[in-house]
């Protein structure tokens, strides 16, 4: 990253807490990559100062946010303009400065699906069970519907999965409810879209007892959770949500800068972040 002077643009995260975020490391690195006199920080902002945070964008001229929790949902009434896959969602996680007008976008769902075309995963024709009905689950649902042959719902709470699947049904038909999960062999893919994971002591989301080899099982948790580990133990295809973190991050850099990152050295810069090894 070149030295910060009077005409660096600045972009950054918001989140409560947002100590933990890897992508600070992701964008400064892509910035330098393409000698853009660009930067980008992390803002701890609490949930009752949301509202000043976002005047404060416009009032610095800061270029463009992301928004990580607890804030997604919140942001949105304090932005001027929402983009209509990000209204369905109801989650905005990019932000864009055009001259003090603000536009929210979400580019999970479209980040999803760019990792899962990088590891050469087709949806088309798929039986998939998504477990969760948050933000997460909400944007990988928008993208997956209009692929998958059945798009599966599971859900803690009854009013919301009920909610997103009535909300999928008004995009294509292909949607139902699962609300026994010792049916999860039967799926192509499971997308594990709930916090459960991030604590080692997490009940698992699914018995790995039920998972069949050959399945596609996809944390969105960027992290090797206990139940990554037992699904490849069981002989399933399985993977992190780190693609999907690079991929939306490269999505909301070029909704800054109008230019494409290097995706490598993203995903270098996250892999080293992670302490995880660099691919050859």
């Known amino acids: ?50 509202g000043d945070a976002v005047k404060g964008m416009k009032a610095m001229n800061i270029r463009g946010i992301n928004v990580t929790l607890p804030h997604k949902e919140n942001v949105m009434k304090h932005i001027d303009e929402i983009d209509p896959e990000a209204a369905f969602i109801g989650a905005v996680n990019t932000i864009v400065n055009e001259k003090g007008f603000l536009i929210g976008y979400n580019t999970d769902g479209r980040g999803f699906m760019q990792s899962l075309a990088e590891l050469s995963i087709d949806p088309s024709d798929m039986d998939i069970l998504i477990i969760g009905t948050g933000g997460a ?11 998958a042959r059945n798009l599966c719902l599971h859900g803690r709470t009854e009013t919301r999965v ?28 499971i997308v594990q879209a709930t916090p459960l994971g991030l604590k080692e002591d997490d009940p698992l989301p699914v018995d790995a007892a039920r998972l069949k080899p050959g399945q596609i099982v996809y944390d969105l948790i960027y992290k090797e959770t206990r139940f990554i580990k037992l699904a490849s133990q069981r002989g399933c295809k399985s993977f992190n949500g780190l693609g999907m973190l690079l991929w939306q991050g490269a999505l909301a850099f070029e909704l800054w800068t109008g230019v494409r990152p290097d995706v490598e050295i993203m995903r270098r810069a996250l892999l080293q972040a992670t302490g995880q090894p660099a691919k050859r």
């Open 1 to 50: 990253m070149a030295a910060i002077n009077g005409k660096t643009t600045v972009t950054g995260i918001i989140g409560w807490p947002v100590e933990h975020t890897l992508s600070p490391a992701m964008h400064n690195a892509a910035y330098a990559g393409l000698s853009l006199d660009y930067c980008y920080v992390p803002f701890p902002v609490h949930p009752d100062a949301l």
């Open 137 to 147: 689950a909400r944007a990988v649902g928008y993208c997956l519907v209009a692929k």
């Open 162 to 189: 009920v909610n997103l699947a009535n909300d999928l049904l008004s995009l294509r038909t292909n949607v139902s409810i699962c609300r026994d999960l010792s049916e999860a062999g039967r799926f192509h893919m």
